[in-house]
């Protein structure tokens, strides 16, 4: 909501705003909108009910970023259950040249205000929302299931993801080497990946973690090392520097300007030393996504891979339990944290304690801790040289891990 709101403000609308972590909300918030903007994750906000109470207008975010994005020459819209972020930040790199406006969720390092010509955006896929957009360009990183409590299976999920790629009046940009992409079967379909793809990383090498490789496209082949590691940022490159030439980037000038990018906060984020030991926080809150984690560490030469992990919805942690505690016996040790609500009331009988109980399953011991202190004071004596600590999840975990380096450097 913060970016959509900095770009309405700076195309001349008096943006007002609340938030419940800082001021909270209240009813007199609204009083004087014209308009009255709420996330798909709102829904008895008393500042959304007073403002149907008065009859002023409301807008899901969805649609207000639609009309946002409908302002500009030209749109990309990228989606995927995993990397989008990452994808967006690479794209506004690779398409630096047409000086884009970049409508992102995380702090890449880097201006993303830009002219009237290209809008670039994350599509999120929770609640459908990013079937609200119209987009030039739909790229779709890959499918697969989350928000559980909105999808009902797999099957589910892809019928979303098919029916935005769908919506694209360009192109549907499509990851080739993605099972459930390939399944779309779409006529104005171009695909990237490492197979027979029309954008394709031929030759990949990998040194400290960071992937280097040959962008092949048509006859042109140009050489590309990514400055971000893990592997999984291969895909997101590609998907980036795809979107910049099909919006009229040279792919030599899109491959070099994508190589500049640095990362994004909280994706695999270091923060610091301590005892030999390197501090990382991540966003990761998906099996997935946590396999990719610590992969990336062991691909960084971690001697040991820490893992503390904060459950992020209790939806989520219920439906995918056992994929969480199998991807997670990969690490060397981990903690355990309460689950993060979000904006989800507690499930009866569901609790960090499943997820112990299913790590131990597993063969793999582990330790549940209530606070964020407690968390910290267990580490710190814990620590070998050549560890990787990895705090992970989508919630406030990041807090325990800048509050470790603070509190015992």
Known sequence: MQRLADICARRGYTVTGSDLHLDGHAAYNVHGADLVVYTAAAENNVELLEARRLGIPTLPRAQMLDRVANGYLRSIAIAGCHGKTTAVGYAGCAAAGLNPEIHIGGDVGYDCR???????TEACEYRRSFLELHPDIAAVLNVDLDHTDCYRNIDDAFDSFAAFAARATQCALLNGDDPYCRRMGMRNAVTFGCGDC??????LTESQGCWSFVLCHDAERI??????????NVYNALCAVACAHLSGVPLARAVADASEFSGVKRRFELL???????IYTDYAHHPNE?????????SCGAKRVVV???PHTYSRTAALGDRFAQVLAAADEVVLAPIFPAREAPIVGVTTQNLWLALKNEGKQSVCLDTYCAINAYLRPRLQEGDFVLYTGAGSIDVAARSFLETYR
């Open 114 to 120: 830009g002219g009237n010509d290209l809008f670039i």
């Open 198 to 203: 029309d954008y394709r990383a031929c030759g």
């Open 223 to 232: 050489p590309m090392r990514l400055r971000v590691p893990g592997r999984h």
């Open 272 to 278: 610091g030393t301590l005892e030999g030991a390197r």
């Open 290 to 298: 946590i396999a990719a984690t610590i992969a990336t560490a062991r």
């Open 308 to 310: 503390v992990f904060e």
